[in-house]
């Protein structure tokens, strides 16, 4: 199992030369591209894994936390043209039931809550919401969100516990590729290989290891399609208010029921 926003970008990939990574690549110097070339080792390598490892297990200890990202999604066209669209969010979390995430952008506009009891989704643009029960913890949430309802959190596989586990599912290679900086914040660059995508993560220097930036590339798919996303704002000390994590809908929106993935039945709460 790879990460969770690759299934989606492949999946969406599917319904769909380009010269310009090329282009970029040749407009970098020579001698740090040899330099990465030459450090690449074989496996993954154990500075790789440590780096990962501190920065989800730092996230892990965080009780609540919220995080401001901006991401944009290649679709691959028929004709091998590329498409992007860009969306951004903010994730509110507190650990162990609590999740928010607002979502704006070019194909969506939505925001999601969830209580510990219920999972609710508004969409502001389209006037109506679905509530549905939900299981106790962020974890269980997020695994029924994805196999029952067929949604993702943003960022969702970075809010596990065991956020390092999913991330290094199927990575047959790993190594560290220097240093970089992200919206002003200096960084370890990493890069990672698994069967079917390559991804880079960047992780934040220093006592609060927090991810900055991370780049998924299926390889796969025609054209080789691209999700990326930064993650900049982090407050580890956020406020929330009591209705932060519920919904309370105004008597003017359309409820409609949540389409179970796999029955096609629908499913209240």
Avoid at 129 to 152: H, K, Q, S
Avoid at 216 to 239: C, E, G, Y
Wanted: glycine share 6%; net charge positive.
């Amino acid at each position: 199992m790879a990460l969770t926003v690759i299934k989606q970008v492949a999946s969406i990939s599917r319904r769909g030369a380009v010269a310009v990574v090329l282009c970029l690549a040749a407009a970098l110097p020579q001698v740090a591209l040899s330099q990465v070339e030459l450090s690449q080792p074989t496996g993954v390598a154990p500075e790789a894994q440590q780096l990962l490892k501190a920065s989800t297990d730092f996230l892990a200890r965080q009780q609540r936390f919220s995080v401001d990202t901006e991401s944009s999604i290649e679709l691959v066209l028929a004709s091998g043209q590329k498409i992007q669209f860009d969306h951004t969010a903010r994730a509110t979390v507190e650990r162990p039931n609590k999740l928010r995430a607002e979502r704006t952008g070019d194909l969506v506009d939505q925001v999601f809550y969830y209580d510990g009891k219920s999972l609710t989704l508004h969409n502001p643009d389209g006037n109506y919401y679905a509530t549905i029960a939900a299981p106790g913890t962020l974890e269980e949430m997020l695994d029924f969100a994805r196999e029952r309802l067929d949604v993702v959190a943003p960022a969702g596989d970075l809010l596990y516990k065991n956020a390092y586990d999913i991330l290094m599912q199927e990575v047959t290679s790993g190594f560290v590729v220097g240093k970089g900086v992200v919206e002003g914040v200096r960084c370890d660059h990493l890069a990672f290989r698994a069967p079917h995508v390559d991804w880079q993560i960047w992780i934040e220097e220093g006592k609060h290891p927090l991810v900055r930036k991370l780049v998924i590339t299926t390889r796969d798919k025609l054209n080789a399609p691209q999700f990326s996303v930064v993650m900049k704002n982090w407050n580890l000390k956020p406020k929330f208010k009591a209705r932060t994590f519920s919904f309370k809908p105004p008597r003017s929106l359309q409820k409609v029921e949540f389409v179970l993935k796999n029955t096609g039945e629908p499913k209240a709460n």
